[in-house]
């Protein structure tokens, strides 16, 4: 997908005759330093990142070619940012806190103008909001699986350890039960053990759900997540690291179950060594729209 | 509804010339004990309790004429001190924890045969086939409703609080999807703030989902508990009482919304005064099948 990145002949060139930096709207976690990574090695002409305080891992700094720091909420001013870089294309990479948008939140006039415009308020129709209005002042944004196609979840099993017959029933059932719960905009992943639901996600965040249903279940859970029916990739693409395993391991977990090629798996040979560890088995799994 | 009580003339009469007495399988909270009491109203001729160890409130022996404990799971030996009571006719009231499906559940070789034939445990899955149970063994089970028409939530502002606009818009919205988990056998109960689902119930049980969305949004959420379409009255009736109010009140939330005519609202009094006193709204919903 580096063809998605390409920029137009017509606006390639900078006043300095270098083409346009990149730009990174960083949330939490390894997401936005893989992201970096994966920019650098696919030869990305600069890197101009906007971290957001409380939320970015300030390590970032050591890949970025230029680093803004905003507090979450303060869109006018990451756009004035990223501009001011000679930004053309922009890509969104990493959650914050979802909890954010009810606590810690600072948001500038053009963020409340936008927000009180909503009557839903959920990651799809929040965030596709703010891409208009990146769009709205020239900054295209970039789905968040560019340069990332390495990351995506392939697939079949992915670890070593193969899912038994009870689990590759809650598999389907799980499934089923994520794509209702993505169509309605709640959340991306619900916990299932042996045909019940035991937790959906919905604001909490992906691993207090994880950690909840371990706690209910007393283990044997079955861990789905997968992208909501037409998901915009570029925003809130459903990933995967080390804190997920974490979770999974806490909850005594059988299985992950990945939404294939919507999926980001990030520091893939940790996770799945983690998995293997912990007797949990790793599937990629095709979905239809 | 005492007619739907009304004993079957050929069957009504016992060894000893009475009626036969009801049976109660009483699970927690106050539902059972307000049952007993509103069976007493309605003249029942006696009054059977099964007790669930760790479950029903010990206080129900006062109302009770006889009372058999079993553990969560003993199926066989519920039907079997009912039959021995004499009871025909059973009713249900009560929830027992939900995580008893995986922890502290002693199921015996009847409960085992029947959770193994399902392919999905839900509320409706499970309760259905125990009801199917019952009726082969000669036991009617009536609505969980019997007796508590004074109960049943009715449609409007039930107390002093009115809600604000931003609270009507959250009603609606908070419905529409309490109507979806419910049409998947989720949950009955989903907590929403500003266009935004902050929690959805699955097994952790209402009061949990209540606290969870409290802490996550910082107050100001609607709760909306409601049946599922077609819910069936014998089992698992959405019920509100004081347990509720308190997680309401320490969630900081503004609004309640009932399932009018399908919902329970026990300790009327006591729980609309809790509720004014906290600044909460409740009201009851018409909604169509």
């Known amino acids: 997908m580096v063809t998605a990145h390409s920029v137009p002949s017509d606006s390639g060139l900078r006043a300095g005759g270098g083409r346009a930096p990149v730009g990174l709207v960083a949330g939490r976690g390894d997401f936005p330093i893989e992201m970096c ?69 600072r948001p500038d006039w053009t963020a409340l103008r936008l927000l009180c415009r909503l009557k839903e308020r959920n990651a799809e129709s929040i965030f596709s909001a703010i891409g208009a209005e990146f769009q709205r002042c020239g900054l295209r944004v970039l789905p968040s699986t560019t340069f990332m196609e390495e990351a995506l979840a392939p697939t079949g099993l992915l670890g070593r350890v193969r899912p038994g017959q009870a689990v590759r029933e809650d598999i389907d059932f799980g499934v089923r039960i994520a794509r209702e719960i993505g169509r309605l905009n709640i959340g991306q992943t619900v916990v299932v053990k042996r045909g019940t639901v035991v937790a959906v996600e919905a604001f909490e965040g992906t691993d207090k759900a994880i950690r909840r249903a ?37 909850a005594g977990a059988r299985a992950l179950v990945l939404h294939a090629g919507r999926t980001l798996l990030l520091r893939r040979e940790r996770v799945l060594a983690a998995c293997d560890a912990a007797r949990i088995a790793v599937i990629g799994v095709e979905i239809g729209e």
């Open 37 to 105: 990574e994966a920019a650098r090695r696919a030869g990305v002409p600069g890197l101009a990142v906007i971290g957001m305080h409380g939320e970015t891992d300030p390590a970032i700094s050591g890949l970025a070619d230029s680093l803004d720091w905003v507090y979450v909420g303060q869109l006018r001013r990451s756009i004035a940012a990223l501009k001011r870089r000679g930004v053309e294309e922009v890509i969104f990479a990493g959650q914050v806190r979802p909890g954010r948008l009810f606590k810690g939140l």
């Open 214 to 250: 371990g706690e209910i279940a007393h283990g044997g859970v079955t861990v789905v997540k997968v992208a909501k029916p037409g998901h915009d990739l570029r925003f809130d693409v459903p990933c995967v690291g080390m804190r997920t395993v974490e979770s999974l391991r806490l």
